[in-house]
C-alpha cells in the first residue's frame, strides 16, 4: 500500500526557515513533487524533482528561496524554504507518480497519482 507522510510544517516569523519531509512507503516513484493551497485558493504547485534529482522544476514565486532533494535510500522527498514570507502560508502536499517513466516531470496536480495528507505552514509578519 502507498503512503506519503508529510511532516516538518509550523508557525515561523517571515524570513524564518522550514524544511519539509514526506516519506513515501510501498514503492519508489520517477517523480514526486510539492503543492499547497492556502484557504480560499485553488491548489498550486511548488516544485518538482525527478527520480535522481537532475531535474527539479520551481513555481515562479518560491525560486531561489526554495530547494526540493530527495534521498532515494530513505525513500524522503525534502522542502527546504528559506526566507519565508506571509504569502508561503499555505498547506503544503506532497504528490507522486510513476506514470510518465522517467523522461517527464508533472508541475500539474491532476498529473500526480498519490498524495499526502499535507502539512501547514503559517508565516506572520
Known amino acids: 500500500q502507498v503512503q506519503l507522510v508529510e511532516s516538518g510544517g509550523g508557525s515561523v516569523q517571515a524570513g524564518s526557515s522550514l524544511r519539509l519531509s514526506c516519506a513515501a512507503s510501498g514503492r519508489t516513484f520517477y517523480a514526486m513533487a510539492w503543492f499547497r493551497q492556502a484557504p480560499g485558493k485553488e491548489r498550486e504547485f511548488v516544485a518538482a524533482?525527478?527520480?535522481?534529482?537532475?531535474?527539479?522544476h520551481y513555481a515562479a514565486s518560491v525560486k531561489g528561496r526554495f530547494t526540493v532533494s530527495r534521498d532515494n535510500a530513505k525513500n524522503t522527498v525534502y522542502l527546504q524554504m528559506n526566507s519565508l514570507k506571509p504569502e508561503d502560508t499555505a498547506g503544503y502536499y506532497c504528490?507522486?507518480?510513476?506514470?510518465?517513466?522517467?523522461?517527464?516531470?508533472?508541475?500539474?496536480?491532476?498529473?500526480?497519482?498519490?498524495w499526502g495528507q499535507g502539512t501547514q505552514v503559517t508565516v506572520s509578519s
Open positions: 504528490a507522486a507518480t510513476n506514470a510518465y517513466g522517467l523522461g517527464y516531470l508533472p508541475v500539474v496536480g491532476s498529473e500526480y497519482d498519490y
Open positions: 524533482i525527478n527520480w535522481n534529482g537532475g531535474s527539479t
